[in-house]
């Protein structure tokens, strides 16, 4: 039996986002994914969300893309957010709740990323997302990849989704029975989909600046300005 996964998922719970619970849902559904990982910026705050919305047949993983002083590490099956520091430190923390960490874009050099400490941080990550649909230049997915050839770490592939047509477009292959924890540890998985989505970006950046705007004109507001 195969499963698919979407292991990085957003909501609007992060702020490059404003994709609600439910709409995630939906386009998880639409998708014929098997679960998703809900995957906010330093936060949990939607999971629970997520879950409630989300019908039986569709698994959702607590997670965090846990912003690091370098790169961006997905903490996969937590119950509380990391703190944001050193990578090590991080994927420690990530442990100690039985969770599993994997490198997030590790190599997108237009994005966070990692650089130093690489043969320490392979030592300790339990996988690699060697395919993230928002990674806009091949070479990018393709070198995490040799990285995680380089160190027998297993490989997984998530969309980046901060908005409903992103999911499911990257995902992981899950062979077998079991938690996804266990079949990261066990090397059961496999990454699917594909890069190299530019309009991700394009929509992410209009978002960012229709919330800026928005909170530019909030304190007018306030004062008793008239709404157009």
Same mark, same amino acid.
């Given at each position: ?8 998922? +957003? ?7 404003? $994709? ?10 639409? /998708?014929? &994914?098997?679960? =998703?990982? =809900? $995957?906010? +910026? ?12 989300? @019908?039986?047949?569709? *698994? ?7 912003? !690091? ?10 119950? *509380? ?13 990530? +442990? ?9 874009? @590790?190599?997108? %050099? #237009? ?8 043969? /320490? &941080? %392979? ?21 995490? /990849?040799?990285? /995680?050839?380089? +160190?027998? #770490? @297993? ?8 908005? @409903?047509? *992103? ?6 292959? =899950? ?11 066990d090397g059961r998985v496999r990454p699917g989909?594909?890069?190299?989505? #530019? ?11 229709? !919330? ?17």
């Amino acid at each position: 039996m195969t499963r698919r996964y979407d292991l990085q998922v +957003h909501t609007d719970a992060s702020p490059c986002s404003s $994709t609600p619970p439910e709409r995630v849902v939906s386009a998880a559904v639409d /998708a014929g &994914l098997d679960g =998703i990982a =809900i $995957t906010d +910026h330093d936060t949990l705050a939607n999971v629970d969300a997520v879950r409630d919305a989300a @019908p039986a047949a569709l *698994e959702v993983i607590s997670g965090v893309e846990v912003t !690091t002083t370098e790169g961006h590490l997905l903490a996969l099956d937590v119950t *509380e957010a990391p703190p944001q520091t050193d990578p090590l430190t991080a994927v420690d923390r990530v +442990h100690d709740q039985g969770g599993v960490a994997v490198l997030s874009h @590790p190599f997108d %050099a #237009l994005r966070q990323y990692y650089e130093t400490d690489l043969d /320490a &941080l %392979a030592d300790a990550v339990d996988g690699v997302e060697t395919v993230n649909s928002r990674c806009v230049r091949r070479r990018f997915n393709e070198r995490a /990849a040799a990285f /995680a050839a380089a +160190h027998d #770490l @297993p490989s997984t592939g998530g969309s980046d989704a901060h908005f @409903p047509m *992103e999911v499911g477009r990257a995902y992981t292959c =899950i062979d077998g029975d079991g938690s996804l924890a266990d079949a990261l540890r066990d090397g059961r998985v496999r990454p699917g989909g594909r890069g190299r989505y #530019l309009s991700g970006h394009v929509a992410t950046k209009l978002h960012q600046v229709r !919330t800026a705007a928005g909170r530019a004109v909030e304190p007018f507001r306030s004062e008793g300005s008239p709404r157009r």
